[in-house]
């Protein structure tokens, strides 16, 4: 799987928006964007994913550059329930499959 | 109705001893993983199976046996544990088509301690 390069950590208010940046130089043509977090003592979390355009749903937004050698994680208005570590992973599918986990963002939300 | 269930959540054991740990999932899916938590909290994939056959070992020492009795469970046995061998162990299950655009989805984990 194609590296990804995260922050170690970044901060952010409650109720403030939060931009989780991810940097993908080496993303292949079929790579898929997907981003999970992992809440203290829980399994990873799908969050979000898309391939070319921009994704919203109910947790987060996904803003993919127009080159797609990096992507954004948006979360709207951070609580303190979204403390979490966030990973940032590319996903090629294939025979092969696997995904394959980096240090991800600790993402610190203050009250 | 948990969709990824593990268990036991919490395992305390010996060194030299033999400890299973089973895995269930009630989504429908056919690939199912076992994935691993060490202390620096890297997640690096153990196995992987898509209907009851193996298809990803990632050099895992061969103390680590995968049985997969049906698509929806898939256990992980360990014999011989080693104090290297504790860390929190995930399972993970997902749909087999379109596998780039399939999210995993995990379970909550099995924290191993070796003594």
């Known amino acids: 799987d194609a590296k990804t390069t995260q922050p170690n950590s970044m901060e952010s208010n409650e109720e403030e928006p939060v931009h989780l940046p991810c940097n993908h130089s080496t993303i292949s043509g079929t790579d898929y964007i997907h981003w999970y977090r992992q809440l203290p003592s829980q399994g990873p979390e799908y969050v979000i994913h898309?391939?070319?355009s921009n994704v919203n749903n109910r947790m987060a937004s996904l803003a993919i550059a127009e080159d797609r050698k990096s992507s954004t994680l948006i979360l709207h208005r951070a609580t303190l329930r979204d403390a979490a570590v966030y990973y940032c992973?590319?996903?090629?599918?294939?025979?092969?499959?696997?995904?394959?986990f980096g240090k991800g963002t600790l993402l610190t939300v203050n009250p | 109705d948990t969709a990824v269930s593990q268990t036991p959540k919490y395992l305390v054991t010996q060194m030299g001893n033999d400890k299973s740990i089973k895995c269930e999932q009630n989504?429908?899916?056919?690939?199912m993983y076992w994935y691993k938590q060490d202390s620096k909290k890297f997640l690096k994939i153990m196995f992987s199976?898509?209907?009851?056959?193996?298809?990803i070992n990632e050099t895992v020492p061969n103390r680590f046996s995968p049985k997969s009795p049906d698509k929806a469970h898939l256990n992980l046995h360990i014999n011989s544990l080693e104090l290297g061998d504790s860390a929190v162990y995930f399972c993970a299950s997902n749909p087999s088509g379109q596998r780039g655009n399939s999210p995993l989805h995990f379970g909550n984990g099995t924290r191993l301690t070796v003594t």
């Open positions: 989504l429908g899916h056919d690939t």
């Open positions: 199976y898509n209907n009851k056959e193996l298809i």
């Open positions: 898309g391939l070319t």
């Open positions: 992973i590319l996903n090629s599918g294939g025979s092969n499959y696997k995904l394959t």
